[in-house]
């Protein structure tokens, strides 16, 4: 077996060393995710399935025991006050006295008493009374005229099988109907059979049905006609498979599947066994609404956040360690200090890097060593103009070893197909050489804009997404002239401290105006703004503050050098809703450049 996958696993080892950074990187962190969240992802949902079960069923029982007592009052109540309104109504007496109902008087007198027995119960929409010789008396209430065909569709034998107990069943008239044998409360002989129709309104009223609305459908059973009375909102499909069960009287399953859902059924049967009480509960519902599901799911989260985090940094410490070294090398050759080692030595694109950058600081040690014994052996005189030479011959070298360094990244990134970072070398380099070909010296506003456009580029490439930035230029300012690199640092700070912190998308507002005889610049963002209490302290130079690490101090003293105090940086922002930063200074135009550089 090892031999069988000695020469695969070799194959996808070699083929990841060989890889170039970037795709090397994007591999090992998604390979890396993927394989830590699959595993929290399934212990996390058999624990959340765990957990939705037994609330959903402890749930259930606590709701239909409340409404088991409730609806078993409330229809023992509506039995009593019916039978207390039949005897006030004086209907017992009037069908004792003629049970067959043949005199046409005693029939209007019983339906009047009917129709008044309406007016006065809330609940009651209808009545029918049926004599034993078949004769009929139907009153309903204004609008409940054709409840007859419905309130007259109950099995008759059945009724009579149930001794006076109620039964229910339901109609296509939005009533639900209740039928029993109707027995004389004197003599308990048996009058006939009473139906009535009464408001679904009745079973809206009762507490626990509305005090479980939301998590589930709850659904009310006559257990002597198999019908489902009354529901709460279900699907469709739930109901139509609530109603197939109660009328095929099936026994009820744990659960059941429809489609992509699952469903949690529980059951239970009042104590005077008139009534079923059926919840069914859609796992989806739970998830959303328990407390600890979603404690799950965040614990999940950030789980699977640190262990990712922990694995990428063993994974990519080396690589991105090597990175950190050679920026570390060349802050210090920049310094003059050439006797130093990057402290790595691999074959790939930054070991061979690291080879040439040590080469190069070694040669120029070797020029430092070779001016100093110069330097020892020349009269005064010479030892000045040699010292100045060096010095100049310092500040030149020094940016085109860096040129070179980024040309030789260039050059390796097109080789191993990685454009990205070769663009970003490409505007990295022309960056700095604008930076120290202008030096303090005022360029053309429109050049200053392409060096932003550069900035917000590699930007763009360090972030791998696009920066929403607008440019909004007055063309009687185009070729005014400003201090040299002076809206980077302000661009900068707006997207390291307004727009990085910010969730969401985020825009930038780089505009350029003529006001009176002066130069206003600002850069405007809607990120996270600043607090009021320090906006006035943004300025003033302290020890270890944070604006001298953001710029904007170094670039108000360098307007204020440069033009006077009355000119500088003007800061505006309010938090949670953006910074204005806008810097002001006298419009120079072309033939006052030259003035103004003197």
Same mark, same amino acid.
């Given at each position: 077996?090892?031999?069988?996958?000695?020469?695969?696993?070799? $194959?996808?080892?070699?083929?990841?060393?060989?890889?170039?950074?970037?795709? @090397?990187?994007?591999?090992?962190?998604?390979?890396?995710?993927?394989?830590?969240?699959?595993?929290?992802?399934?212990?996390?949902?058999?624990? $959340?399935?765990?957990?939705?079960?037994?609330?959903?069923?402890?749930?259930?029982?606590?709701?239909?025991?409340?409404?088991?007592?409730?609806?078993?009052?409330?229809?023992?109540?509506?039995?009593?006050?019916?039978?207390?309104?039949?005897?006030?109504?004086?209907?017992?007496?009037?069908?004792?006295?003629?049970?067959?109902?043949?005199?046409?008087?005693?029939?209007?007198?019983?339906?009047?008493?009917?129709?008044?027995?309406?007016?006065?119960?809330?609940?009651?929409?209808?009545?029918?009374?049926?004599?034993?010789?078949?004769?009929?008396?139907?009153?309903?209430?204004?609008?409940?005229?054709?409840?007859?065909?419905?309130?007259?569709?109950?099995? %008759?034998?059945?009724?009579?099988?149930?001794?006076?107990?109620?039964?229910?069943?339901?109609?296509?008239?939005?009533?639900?109907?209740?039928?029993?044998?109707?027995?004389?409360? /004197?003599?308990?002989?048996?009058?006939?059979?009473?139906?009535?129709?009464?408001?679904?309104?009745?079973?809206?009223?009762?507490?626990?049905?509305?005090?479980?609305?939301?998590?589930?459908?709850?659904?009310? +059973?006559?257990?002597?006609?198999?019908?489902?009375?009354?529901?709460?909102?279900?699907?469709?499909?739930?109901?139509?498979?609530?109603?197939?069960?109660?009328?095929?009287?099936?026994?009820?399953?744990? #659960?059941?599947?429809?489609?992509?859902?699952?469903?949690?059924?529980?059951?239970?049967?009042?104590?005077? /066994?008139?009534?079923?009480?059926?919840?069914?509960?859609?796992?989806?519902?739970?998830?959303?609404?328990?407390?600890?599901?979603? $404690?799950?799911?965040?614990?999940?989260?950030?789980?699977?956040?640190?262990?990712?985090?922990?694995?990428?940094?063993?994974?990519?410490?080396?690589? +991105?360690?090597?990175?950190?070294?050679?920026?570390?090398?060349?802050?210090?050759?920049?310094?003059?200090?050439?006797?130093?080692?990057?402290?790595?030595?691999?074959?790939?694109?930054?070991?061979?890097?690291?080879?040439?950058?040590?080469?190069?600081?070694?040669? &120029?040690?070797?020029?430092?060593? @070779?001016?100093?014994?110069?330097?020892?052996?020349?009269?005064?005189?010479?030892?000045?103009?040699? %010292?100045?030479?060096?010095?100049?011959?310092?500040?030149?070298?020094?940016?085109?070893?860096?040129?070179?360094?980024?040309?030789?990244?260039?050059?390796? $990134?097109?080789?191993?197909?990685?454009?990205?970072?070769?663009?970003?070398?490409?505007?990295?380099?022309?960056?700095?050489?604008?930076?120290?070909?202008?030096?303090?010296?005022?360029?053309?506003?429109?050049?200053?804009?392409? %060096?932003?456009?550069?900035?917000?580029?590699?930007?763009?490439?360090?972030?791998?997404?696009?920066?929403?930035?607008?440019?909004?230029?007055?063309?009687?300012?185009?070729?005014?002239? +400003?201090?040299?690199?002076? &809206?980077?640092?302000?661009?900068?700070?707006?997207?390291?401290?307004?727009?990085?912190?910010?969730?969401?998308?985020?825009?930038?507002?780089?505009?350029?105006?003529?006001?009176?005889?002066?130069?206003?610049?600002?850069?405007?963002?809607?990120? +996270?703004?600043?607090?009021?209490? #320090?906006?006035?302290?943004?300025?003033?130079?302290?020890?270890?503050?944070?604006?001298?690490?953001?710029?904007?101090?170094?670039?108000?003293?360098?307007?204020?050098? &440069?033009?006077?105090?009355?000119?500088?940086?003007?800061?505006?922002?309010?938090?949670?809703?953006?910074?204005?930063?806008?810097?002001?200074?006298?419009?120079?135009?072309?033939?006052?450049?030259?003035?103004?550089?003197?």
């Amino acid at each position: 077996m090892k031999n069988y996958l000695k020469k695969p696993r070799k $194959a996808i080892v070699d083929f990841f060393d060989n890889l170039a950074l970037f795709p @090397k990187y994007l591999l090992s962190h998604s390979i890396v995710v993927l394989f830590t969240a699959s595993i929290i992802s399934i212990i996390s949902l058999q624990i $959340a399935k765990q957990e939705m079960e037994s609330y959903a069923r402890a749930s259930a029982q606590t709701v239909m025991a409340q409404t088991s007592l409730i609806l078993e009052k409330s229809d023992s109540d509506l039995q009593k006050n019916l039978v207390a309104q039949l005897e006030q109504m004086n209907i017992y007496r009037l069908l004792r006295q003629q049970p067959t109902l043949d005199d046409p008087v005693l029939r209007l007198r019983v339906e009047r008493q009917f129709a008044v027995m309406i007016s006065a119960n809330r609940w009651i929409r209808s009545v029918l009374f049926i004599s034993h010789s078949g004769v009929e008396i139907f009153s309903a209430s204004e609008g409940c005229e054709n409840d007859a065909p419905a309130i007259k569709s109950f099995p %008759h034998e059945v009724v009579a099988s149930l001794h006076g107990r109620p039964y229910w069943y339901s109609g296509d008239t939005g009533r639900i109907f209740l039928s029993k044998v109707l027995y004389d409360l /004197e003599t308990t002989a048996d009058l006939g059979m009473l139906a009535i129709g009464i408001d679904s309104s009745f079973f809206e009223g009762i507490a626990s049905i509305d005090y479980y609305r939301g998590l589930g459908s709850v659904f009310i +059973v006559s257990a002597n006609s198999g019908q489902v009375i009354f529901h709460t909102k279900s699907a469709p499909e739930v109901l139509e498979q609530v109603t197939r069960w109660s009328l095929d009287n099936e026994e009820l399953p744990s #659960r059941f599947h429809d489609h992509d859902l699952t469903y949690l059924v529980a059951s239970q049967i009042t104590e005077d /066994e008139n009534w079923k009480i059926i919840n069914i509960i859609s796992t989806s519902e739970l998830i959303n609404l328990s407390a600890r599901i979603r $404690a799950v799911i965040i614990e999940t989260t950030l789980a699977i956040l640190l262990i990712a985090l922990i694995m990428a940094l063993f994974l990519v410490r080396s690589e +991105v360690g090597k990175i950190t070294t050679l920026v570390h090398q060349t802050h210090l050759i920049a310094d003059g200090n050439f006797k130093l080692d990057v402290g790595f030595h691999s074959t790939d694109e930054l070991g061979q890097l690291a080879a040439e950058i040590s080469k190069m600081a070694h040669r &120029l040690g070797e020029l430092v060593e @070779k001016v100093a014994r110069e330097r020892n052996q020349k009269t005064e005189a010479k030892l000045k103009a040699l %010292h100045f030479e060096y010095s100049a011959l310092q500040s030149s070298i020094n940016p085109h070893f860096i040129a070179n360094t980024l040309e030789f990244i260039n050059s390796y $990134a097109k080789l191993y197909h990685v454009p990205q970072i070769g663009e970003a070398a490409c505007l990295l380099g022309d960056l700095m050489r604008a930076s120290i070909r202008h030096k303090d010296n005022l360029i053309s506003l429109k050049d200053e804009l392409e %060096h932003c456009k550069i900035y917000l580029r590699i930007q763009e490439l360090l972030r791998e997404s696009t920066l929403d930035v607008e440019f909004t230029i007055d063309d009687g300012v185009i070729d005014c002239f +400003v201090p040299n690199m002076i &809206l980077q640092p302000i661009v900068e700070n707006s997207i390291i401290h307004g727009i990085e912190p910010k969730i969401g998308s985020a825009h930038i507002r780089i505009a350029a105006s003529r006001s009176g005889h002066n130069l206003e610049l600002s850069v405007t963002d809607d990120g +996270v703004g600043i607090p009021e209490e #320090r906006i006035p302290d943004l300025l003033v130079p302290k020890s270890e503050d944070i604006t001298r690490k953001i710029g904007l101090e170094s670039v108000d003293k360098r307007i204020k050098i &440069l033009f006077g105090q009355s000119f500088g940086v003007r800061i505006a922002s309010e938090k949670g809703r953006g910074t204005k930063i806008s810097l002001h200074m006298p419009l120079i135009e072309k033939q006052q450049r030259g003035s103004s550089d003197e």
